[in-house]
């Protein structure tokens, strides 16, 4: 039995929030710096420059990657082996996690980008609620996934209910059309994760999961759908949107594609688009 302290969470929270805000990560600045050589249109390349810059200053002066720093996303794995320990005056790893946010934006002056009604809109001062997807696994793994989730990419993002007989064809339209009607709004150079399958609103869960559970730009272990993968990047960056929409090929960085059984009568898809500041950070205990 892993025992951990919910005192423990709250502090890595705390630290995670912060460094993924400040720090791009290392296969994330090596697509970008590989196109930086590739593009072919000089404002394209400009515009590389600038961002691969500005990840430069946010790492050195500790500073926001983007003004906007996003809603407080978490995957957390939690195994059936681990006991929780509650201190502090922490009552639950939801309130660890929710605390841990609320002192990461407050200590890095990140942005506060959650209003607590939609559409009364008053802010809620803190970043808080966070946003924490469960899964209850075997054995002793206790592992939190973040990602900092900015509202122009997250806007852009769509999910269409297929009849299967729309193949895969029908899905690989639909995906580069979200990307094409997107044009510069989710700030490109983007990352596309795409679900497949499963019912309504898990294919949504499933394209945001697509975007964390690889390396950026490792293809999908299943050989066709790495096939799709390599299809909709091409066809995407033949789009000339190019970065921040000053054109060029370089519109995504990557496509993820994730799968999962569904419904005979149905074929779910989602697209969920993240910005070129991709800021995701894991941790386990």
């Known amino acids: ?15 995670i929030v912060q460094q ?11 697509i970008l710096q590989e196109w930086r050589e590739k593009e072919e249109s000089p404002a394209g390349q400009a515009v590389l420059e600038q961002i691969l ?7 050195e002066e500790k500073l926001g990657l983007c003004q906007d720093t996003g809603l407080a996303v978490f995957f957390v794995e939690l195994g059936e082996q681990v006991q929780l320990e509650y201190d502090d005056n922490l009552t639950s790893l939801h309130e660890a996690i929710t605390e841990g946010v609320r002192q990461g934006y407050a200590e890095g002056y990140l942005r506060k980008s959650v209003v607590e009604d939609p559409i009364r809109r008053k802010n809620t001062g803190d970043n808080t609620p966070a946003f924490i997807h469960w899964e209850l696994v075997p054995g002793d793994v206790f ?4 990602v900092a989730k900015g509202g122009g990419a997250e806007n852009m ?17 639909f995906v580069v ?4 009607k997107a044009g510069s709004n989710p700030c490109p150079p983007i990352i596309i994760g795409v679900g497949v399958g499963g019912n309504f609103e898990y294919s949504a869960l499933l394209a945001k999961k697509a975007l964390l559970r690889r390396p950026l730009g490792t293809p999908n272990p299943d050989p066709f759908y790495a096939e799709m993968e390599k299809r909709l990047l ?10 921040q929409g000053m054109g060029g090929r370089c519109t995504a960085l990557a496509v993820h594609v994730e799968a ?3 419904h005979i009568a149905s074929m779910p898809a989602a697209v969920n688009i993240q910005c070129h500041s991709h800021r995701v950070l894991s941790f386990e205990l």
């Open 1 to 15: 039995m892993k025992r951990i302290r919910l005192s423990t969470v709250r502090d890595k929270i705390k630290e």
């Open 20 to 30: 993924a805000n400040f720090e791009l990560q290392d296969d994330v600045l090596k």
């Open 53 to 59: 810059e500005n990840a430069r200053i946010a790492r």
């Open 143 to 146: 592992k939190v996934t973040f």
């Open 157 to 173: 993002s769509a999910i269409r209910m297929f009849a299967p007989a729309a193949g895969l064809e029908g899905i690989e339209d």
């Open 177 to 180: 059309e979200t990307v094409d």
């Open 234 to 243: 091409e066809r995407i960056n033949n789009l000339g949107i190019g970065p």
């Open 260 to 262: 999962f059984p569904c």
